[in-house]
């Protein structure tokens, strides 16, 4: 049921998001001696915290409940959202979303306001549409309106439709076959799109050759952490995905074993992963030792499930909103929680 695979997709990209973010931008050479490695949180007391990558989640499913299906109506939503959020001094915010952040501030049209960037800010919040969508055609449509919206080269619009592809492959196929979900991929992005198919179909190689996801990576010459591209984050998180399929710890701590931009890239293979597992699938001590606020475990899963009445055709729905004030007061506490972890990483051990 849609409503199960919602909510295990958005309390997915959350516990990856945030089982990711201290390992943010540090090798995996160095943060095993650094940090140890990713089976508990580690970012504040034992407790995790959400980034941007959960947070654009949550307004796409805002915006899709309150768009009703309708395309513009979405872009219209979203892009009021991202403009207040801008505004709440969200810690590491992506240099394309800032910008295209600020075009909207200034008047930009939102379907004009998206920079040239290939970075994953797409990809990290397009699960949420493969996990809610039936009709592919609108859920393609719905995906490309939010890439545009902050990021407007194609690459960035195609590593978010293999995405969200994979969420939705995952939420309908009690065994995920690499081959039929790469089809629709190929269908999806069209002749544009031969360098992701390549770089895919390089993954599935590699996990029928039985290559681990960090093999992978540094096959890609990731040996240092993946990147933000577009086309280094998403086919080192779909290698996770088909590695582990069913098994969310695996998935999520492998693929943030890569190092690198480990929060998106958890947070994207726990969107994918958590479709199809559910949040039963995901493991408990996760989902508790979620410390948030007023984003929290329980608000997101009324996100989720009022997103899937408003699917459903359950009368008028309004979306679950949040405190602005509250955001705002939670988002300075999370910064100095991030400069601690930047002050931090200026002193021992060192990786390689």
């Given amino acids: 049921m849609n409503r199960e695979a919602i909510v295990g997709c958005?309390?997915?990209?959350?516990?990856?998001?945030?089982?990711?973010?201290?390992?943010?931008?540090?090798?995996?050479?160095?943060?095993?001696?650094?940090?140890?490695p990713p089976d508990r949180y580690r970012f504040f007391f034992r407790r995790g915290m959400i980034s941007d990558d959960t947070e654009h989640t949550c307004m796409v499913a805002q915006s899709l409940i309150d768009a009703n299906g309708d395309v513009a109506g979405f872009t219209r939503s979203f892009s009021r959202r991202l403009r207040w959020w801008i505004l709440a001094l969200p810690a590491g915010v992506g240099k394309a979303t800032a910008r295209s952040g600020i075009k909207l501030w200034l008047g930009a049209n939102p379907q004009r306001a998206g920079v040239f960037s290939a970075g994953n800010g797409p990809a990290m919040r397009a699960a949420i549409f493969g996990a809610a969508l039936d009709d592919v055609s609108l859920?393609?449509?719905?995906?490309?309106?939010?890439?545009?919206?902050?990021?407007?080269?194609?690459?960035?619009?195609?590593?978010?439709?293999?995405?969200?592809?994979?969420?939705?492959?995952?939420?309908?196929?009690?065994?995920?076959?690499?081959?039929?979900?790469?089809?629709?991929?190929?269908?999806?992005?069209?002749?544009?799109?031969?360098?992701?198919?390549?770089l895919l179909r390089q993954a599935i190689r590699s996990l029928?050759?039985?290559?681990?996801?960090?093999?992978?990576?540094?096959?890609?010459?990731?040996?240092?952490?993946?990147?933000?591209?577009?086309?280094h984050t998403v086919p080192v998180a779909i290698h996770a995905w088909l590695s582990?399929?069913?098994?969310?710890?695996?998935?999520?701590?492998?693929?943030?074993?890569?190092?690198?931009?480990?929060?998106?890239?958890?947070?994207?293979?726990?969107?994918?992963?958590?479709?199809?597992?559910?949040?039963?699938?995901?493991?408990?001590?996760?989902?508790?030792?979620?410390?948030?606020?007023?984003?929290?475990?329980?608000?997101?899963?009324?996100?989720?499930?009022?997103?899937?009445?408003?699917l459903d055709d359950v009368g008028l729905v309004k979306s679950p909103t949040v405190n602005p004030i509250a955001v705002l007061l939670r988002n300075l506490l999370f910064l100095f929680v991030v400069l601690f972890h930047g002050f931090r990483r200026l002193a021992p051990p060192y990786g390689q």
């Fill in 208 to 231: 029928d050759a039985g290559e681990t996801t960090t093999a992978f990576a540094e096959s890609l010459g990731l040996d240092r952490g993946v990147t933000g591209y577009t086309y």
């Fill in 10 to 36: 958005i309390l997915g990209t959350a516990v990856g998001d945030a089982l990711g973010l201290p390992y943010e931008g540090i090798s995996p050479q160095r943060s095993p001696k650094l940090l140890g």
């Fill in 139 to 198: 859920m393609l449509d719905l995906v490309r309106a939010s890439s545009r919206l902050t990021h407007c080269d194609p690459k960035a619009e195609y590593g978010a439709i293999a995405a969200a592809l994979a969420a939705k492959h995952s939420r309908d196929q009690e065994s995920v076959d690499a081959n039929l979900w790469l089809d629709k991929v190929v269908v999806a992005v069209g002749d544009g799109g031969a360098e992701l198919i390549d």
């Fill in 244 to 310: 582990h399929p069913n098994d969310f710890r695996r998935a999520v701590t492998r693929i943030i074993e890569c190092g690198g931009d480990a929060d998106t890239t958890a947070a994207i293979v726990g969107g994918i992963v958590g479709a199809g597992v559910r949040r039963e699938g995901i493991p408990t001590e996760w989902l508790d030792g979620i410390w948030e606020w007023p984003r929290s475990v329980p608000w997101m899963q009324r996100l989720g499930a009022t997103l899937a009445d408003s």
